[in-house]
T-cell receptor, first 114, second 110 residues
Framework: GAGVSQSPSNKVTEKGKDVELRCDPISGHTALYWYRQSLGQGLEFLIYFQGNSAPDKSGLPSDRFSAERTGGSVSTLTIQRTQQEDSAVYLC????????????FGSGTRLTVV | GESVGLHLPTLSVQEGDNSIINCAYSNSASDYFIWYKQESGKGPQFIIDIRSNMDKRQGQRVTVLLNKTVKHLSLQIAATQPGDSAVYFCAENERYQLTFGKGTKLSVIP
């Protein structure tokens, strides 16, 4: 597509439930990133995928968080046993290649854990 | 750890005036900086970038200044318009990760 697409745009879930957030990067972009933005805060790096290389998971806040990228395209961020502190906007970005700093961000998924 | 931060959390300017948004960074090894604009309900949008071998770069109505001596960045917006109202973030690139500051909210008074 023309831009980075994220779904759902909003998600309300009960504490303890699992959620899956989806990101469709720009076609041909080999690098994909997940960031988290809490209310009134800057963006916090979560995870990075580049081609077929092992992902950099150094930003994932706990083992409840995981992400996959299938076929070098679509990515899914999974949060297990959600907690209220997981409430945030989860943003996905893609770029043409590592070292190309022209990130394009999606509009994000607003996650609310009640 | 090292971080990127902003001097002013909010800024109100009159329509037509120039806006200046400031940012301090602490990682002296950073070689690339980006300004993003984020409107409500949207993801960050690239505005302008600058590499550390430059001290000034101009775009359409925007200018970024880099002072490596004091590790300071600024974003200047000329003839600020209502559509410029948003939160502005500076970010520094560390390898392939962007480290963001908290953001400055710019409000344009008609």
């Amino acid at each position: 597509g023309a831009g980075v697409s994220q779904s759902p745009s909003n998600k309300v879930t009960e504490k303890g439930k699992d959620v899956e957030l989806r990101c469709d990067p720009i076609s041909g972009h080999t690098a994909l990133y997940w960031y988290r933005q809490s209310l009134g805060q800057g963006l916090e790096f979560l995870i990075y995928f580049q081609g077929n290389s092992a992902p950099d998971k150094s930003g994932l806040p706990s083992d409840r968080f995981s992400a996959e990228r299938t076929g070098g395209s679509v990515s899914t961020l999974t949060i297990q046993r959600t907690q209220q502190e997981d409430s945030a906007v989860y943003l996905c970005a893609s770029s043409f290649q590592q070292g190309n700093y022209g990130y394009t961000f999606g509009s994000g998924t607003r996650l609310t854990v009640v | 750890g090292e971080s990127v931060g902003l001097h002013l959390p909010t800024l109100s300017v009159q329509e037509g005036d120039n806006s200046i948004i400031n940012c301090a960074y602490s990682n002296s090894a950073s070689d690339y900086f980006i300004w993003y604009k984020q409107e409500s309900g949207k993801g960050p949008q690239f505005i302008i970038d600058i590499r550390s071998n430059m001290d000034k770069r101009q775009g359409q109505r925007v200018t970024v200044l880099l002072n490596k001596t004091v590790k300071h960045l600024s974003l200047q917006i000329a003839a600020t318009q209502p559509g410029d109202s948003a939160v502005y973030f500076c970010a520094e690139n560390e390898r392939y990760q962007l480290t963001f500051g908290k953001g400055t909210k710019l409000s344009v008074i008609p």
